[in-house]
């Protein structure tokens, strides 16, 4: 058989290559593990044909900002991800990763929302990329390091500033694991782990990204009446030390912050024509993480997804339990902890104002191990597709797939993703515009999305929706993306 024979076709699909160019009527011609080439429809045969249908064929979906380190591991199936059309996941978020982690002592919030002590076992970050490579996870996955699990590893008091010796024991271990694959740094400073950090210190590790084009991704200091100033520590730092800098999650939160959308974005694009700057956002109005009591507030519902010390009150408003308790709503917040939570904090205009600017992307932000998770775990791709393109037109399907794709992959530097073209990875999602749709509630988190027909990963057909049940076929074909100068 010829070299060009192709293994499988997708025919007769309406093809969204990830630029903003309008759709074509295609056949994708798959060999191995990439897209061999672009043809008319019917020129072609394979043994594996499978009849688009005229339906949307896109790139998959990469989430740039998940909490998915061990769960690639723990559940490679990744049923909650590749039912959405998501192919890639960027782990690492918020300054907690899995790796280089090796822990001794109890986990420390929020390293806590990635999973138990003892599943933290990679003191290198190769010892990560070996333990995914066997996992044989369903999604391709990329990781950055974490600046609190950095902080973890050599501090034994985490609500200060690193002294100089920490410092560089610090940037010793970040140093290798950027030699050894990761893509950057990533911070979670409103934390209560990493706020003591000071500038300074973020600086001196974020100096040792620049000879290998590491990226800067941040949780900001604050999202609330103070985003400008955190704003700009994160711009200053991204200058002097000469490197991209991605802040995650944008938002407004509170709601004395509400309507401030458009005044941030001004700023935030006033500074792009300084320097290299990204983010991302998830489609919703309500965002997850632990119980902070910095966010304890009567002006908007609480949700509590999980509590050790009483599990009963999962699935309560803070405002329930505390009536229920009959005290003060910070108090049955401290008495919860620790636990997690759902803040409905953020009006939806900012959401649309933000989901809107063409250069976010999008991240589920999703909290795999949450008993109760925030729907954006399951729901995040297919609400952009299905509610914000088809429903309230805020977004083009062109510019929708764009910001989950091609703009993904070269704001994270992931060679040869994020387009249908011929000698890229074959990653891959079939699906109906007039149909997808997040069917994951906040009282129904864990459902399947609708309209999602079908998703390829490096060239392996691995999820095909029926009419009322799907089929994981194969085994899981996602890579290790690893991050390194030739990449870049």
Aim: charged share 20%.
């Amino acid at each position: 058989m010829s070299s060009l024979t192709p293994d499988s076709i997708i025919r007769d699909a309406l093809v969204y290559d990830g630029s903003l160019a309008a759709p074509v009527k295609q056949d994708v011609l798959i060999k191995g593990d990439k897209i061999l080439t672009l043809t008319q429809p019917g020129q072609h045969q394979a043994r594996h044909v499978i009849d688009a249908g005229g339906l949307a064929l896109a790139p998959g979906f990469i989430d740039v900002h998940t909490h998915d380190d061990l769960e690639v591991i723990r559940n490679p199936g990744m049923l909650n991800k590749i039912s959405q059309g998501v192919t890639t996941v960027i782990v690492g978020n918020c300054g907690i990763s899995a790796a280089p982690v090796h822990l001794n002592n109890a986990i420390p919030d929020p390293l806590n929302l990635l999973g138990e002590a003892e599943e933290f076992r990679f003191p290198r970050f190769k010892d990560y990329i070996q333990a995914v490579n066997k996992a044989q996870p369903n999604v391709n996955v990329a990781a950055l390091v974490g600046h609190t699990a950095l902080r973890a590893q050599v501090m034994d008091n985490l609500d200060r500033s690193a002294s100089d010796q920490e410092l560089a024991a610090m940037q010793a271990l970040l140093s290798g694991a950027l030699q050894e694959g990761a893509l950057g740094l990533s911070t979670g400073l409103a934390y209560h782990s990493a706020h003591a950090a000071s500038p300074d210190e973020v600086e001196a590790l974020a100096s040792v990204l620049k000879p290998y084009q590491g990226i800067y991704t941040t949780h900001l200091r604050s999202e609330f009446d103070g985003i400008l100033g955190a704003l700009d520590e994160a711009f200053t730092l991204g200058r002097k030390q000469a490197v991209k800098v991605i802040i995650s999650h944008l938002k407004c939160a509170g709601k004395a912050n509400w309507g401030r959308a458009p005044e941030v974005l001004s700023y935030l694009r006033q500074a792009q024509t300084r320097q290299a700057i990204g983010c991302d956002c998830y489609p919703y109005s309500a965002s997850s993480s632990t119980l902070d009591l910095k966010q304890v507030t009567g002006d908007f519902d609480i949700d509590i997804t999980w509590s050790e010390p009483y599990p009963a009150m999962a699935g309560k408003t803070l405002k329930q339990i505390a009536r229920i308790w009959q005290m003060p709503l910070q108090q049955a917040a401290r008495q919860l902890q620790p636990a997690g939570a759902v803040y409905h904090g953020m009006h939806e205009e900012d959401v649309r104002h933000f989901l809107g600017f063409a250069g976010s992307m999008v991240g589920s932000d999703g909290l795999p191990c949450d008993p109760s998770p925030h729907p954006r775990l399951w729901g995040s791709f297919p609400r952009v597709l299905g509610h914000y393109v088809r429903d309230t037109g805020l977004l083009s399907l062109p510019l929708a797939i764009h910001k989950m794709t091609a703009l993904s992959a070269s704001e994270f530097c992931l060679p040869r993703r994020g387009y249908i073209r011929p000698g890229y990875q074959a990653d891959l999602v079939l699906f109906s515009p007039d149909e997808v749709a997040d069917k994951a509630t906040f009282s129904e988190p864990q459902q399947r999305s609708a309209g999602i027909h079908g998703v390829w990963v490096n060239g392996q057909l691995t999820y095909q929706a029926q009419k009322k049940d799907f089929v994981l076929s194969g085994t899981g074909a996602g890579q290790f993306i690893s991050g390194n100068v030739t990449n870049r």
